[in-house]
């Protein structure tokens, strides 16, 4: 920047000063100092130059964070709609296809073979795939057959695991499926598998998946799925009825990847589009995710909210959008 105003002519040098606006100026002394360069007749010393360098990087410095800052509120605005039209999408899912819910969801658990039974949770340690602030809310639980009965008889007859035993870069590359080596796995060049694909056939597409979909048993007492624990979150954000305290509703946390039939263009009222969600690290899932309300004393399954990537409500994602939430 010094070497540029230099290289100026005097009048030239002395238009770039007067352009600098002294509101976008925080420092006092730099104010000061600014207020005493502009009024200057003649040339400006080696000193004072680099006076103005340092205002105008100070200036751009500040624009900088601004414009970041304002990137994100966006992210979150277009994220809340994602929220929205998921929450709509899934309910004409459910209208237009004899009242069954979408199915084939990622089930957010890692095994080494393609069971529910024994599965772990895809965020149990720090180096795995989920978001630790989404982990944070979520407890890998071995569901009663009531809770898969019913999930099966609303539609959800199927989900996706992470294959612990897959390594899509077979010897040569670095990274592999497992929980410890799955983000090198995504963060390495030599592969073509991706965060938002993780879920997807580890011999076929991209992922980390098995070949297969898991089949929910309805009589078996003994898999496991993530439930959401902090229900007093998703009450305030969503027109459904709010979650009582008993343990007859089990909320279930399934991610909305690629491989769910609401996207299957084969069925009626399927959307053309894998929302991503973009405030977490390259390396990690990058789905929103559905809590699904398994009601065992209505016997009835309820798409009870929508929350992202990171572990967030729709009214904490509302957050970020209008200032009331930090974004960084």
């Known amino acids: 920047m010094l070497n540029k105003l230099l290289a100026l002519s005097r009048e030239q040098r002395a238009a770039v000063v007067d352009a600098i606006d002294p509101a976008l100026v925080a420092q006092p002394w730099a104010k000061k100092r600014l207020k005493k360069i502009k009024g200057k007749q003649g040339g400006f010393t080696l000193l004072e130059l680099l006076v103005v360098v340092a205002i105008i990087a100070a200036i751009a410095g500040t624009a900088t964070i601004l414009l970041r800052d304002t990137d994100r509120q966006a992210s979150a605005a277009a994220h809340v709609a994602m929220m929205d039209e998921l929450m709509k999408g899934i309910s004409t899912y459910q209208v237009l296809n004899d009242g069954m819910l979408p199915s084939n969801f990622d089930s957010l658990m890692r095994n080494g073979t393609d069971t529910l039974v024994g599965a772990t949770s895809a965020g149990a340690v720090d180096t795995d795939v989920i978001n630790a602030d989404l982990a944070a809310s979520l407890a890998p639980t071995t569901i009663p057959a009531d809770v898969a009965s019913l999930l099966v008889d609303a539609g959800v007859s199927t989900v996706r695991l992470l294959n612990s035993a897959a390594d899509p870069n077979g010897a040569d590359g ?155």
């Not at 597409?205 to 624990?229: K, M, P, R």
């Open 174 to 328: 670095a990274g592999d499926c497992s929980a410890t080596g799955i983000r090198t796995l995504i963060t390495n060049k030599g592969n073509d598998v991706t965060a938002a694909t993780i879920y997807r056939s580890a011999t076929s597409a991209n992922g980390c998946g098995f070949d297969t979909n898991y089949t929910i048993s309805a009589t078996a007492t003994d898999q496991v799925l993530q439930l959401w624990e902090e229900p007093a979150r998703v009450n305030a954000d969503t027109t459904k009825a709010a979650i009582g305290a008993s343990q007859t509703q089990y909320l279930v946390a399934l991610g909305i990847g690629p491989d769910t039939s609401l996207f299957n263009p084969e069925k009626r009222g399927a959307m053309t589009t894998v929302p991503v969600y973009r405030h977490v690290t390259k390396d990690e899932y990058n789905r929103f995710v559905a809590l699904l309300n398994v009601d065992t004393e209505a016997s009835e399954v309820r798409l009870q909210a929508i929350i992202d990537g990171a572990g967030d409500t729709k009214d904490e994602e509302l957050g970020e959008w209008d200032g009331t939430r930090s974004t960084l």
